[in-house]
């Protein structure tokens, strides 16, 4: 079984303020995706990344990056420079590359970015 | 390209009644699921279509909810009776292929069971 563990509910910080969610994963699949979504108040997921279980390169995209770590089973997720449009719930989810296909997500963490 | 469509928006009802949420997933996406999502959880996969047919349904309550895919593209969910624990947001999600790993998310239907 697959299991996502987000383990910070909510981090309030102050604009322009750096900030990295965690993101523990468990598989007993050699080859998987992982991915982090991003839901604003409208609701609807967007999403922000996926790693295949082979590629460990970082990653950055503007102000984001990511850093997987398969030694500690973690992706987490940096916001540099947080911004009030960055308040969201995000999630972090995986899915296996045999059996059930679907994404298992875990259960997000709020963040709320003050002025 | 259009996204993956859900209606309604919101949905009030009272315990014991029924309800049906409908989604239309991206054209010529094959695969579609329904998740619920409660309030302060991550979602939870319900059910899985491949076409018409079922890929995963363990996950569904299968003495009060139901879904359908008749012909392959849209498909509804139902609830019948709701439970006040039904109380939650019902997000459709598409993708290509079953072997693909993008899914397309709707808005989703907040359900309130009162």
């Known amino acids: 079984a697959q299991k996502v563990t987000q383990a910070q509910t909510e981090i309030s910080v102050v604009e322009k303020e750096d900030v990295t969610l965690d993101c523990v994963y468990e598989t007993r699949d050699t080859t998987y995706y992982l991915f982090w979504y991003k839901q604003p108040p409208s609701g609807e997921l967007v999403f922000l990344i996926r790693r295949n279980s082979f590629d460990e390169q970082n990653e950055i995209s503007g102000r984001y990056s990511w850093n997987f770590q398969k030694s500690t089973s973690s992706f987490n997720f940096t916001i540099t420079a947080s911004q009030v449009v960055d308040s969201a719930v995000y999630f972090c989810a995986l899915i296996m590359d045999t059996g059930r296909r679907a994404l298992t997500f875990g259960s997000g963490t709020r963040l709320q970015v003050q002025p | 390209e259009a996204g993956v469509a859900q209606s309604p928006r919101y949905k009030i009802i009272e315990k014991r009644q029924s309800v049906a949420f409908w989604c239309n997933p991206i054209?010529?996406?094959?695969?579609l699921y329904w998740y619920q999502q409660i309030l302060g959880q991550g979602p939870k996969l319900l059910i899985q279509f491949q076409n018409n047919g079922v890929v995963d349904d363990s996950q569904l309550p299968k003495d009060r909810f139901s879904a359908e895919r008749l012909k392959g593209v849209d498909s509804t969910l139902k609830i019948q009776p709701a439970k006040l624990e039904d109380s939650a947001v019902y997000l459709c999600a598409s993708s290509l292929e079953v072997v693909d790993v993008e899914l397309f998310f709707g808005s989703g239907t907040q359900l309130s069971v009162l």
């Open positions: 054209s010529g996406h094959a695969t």
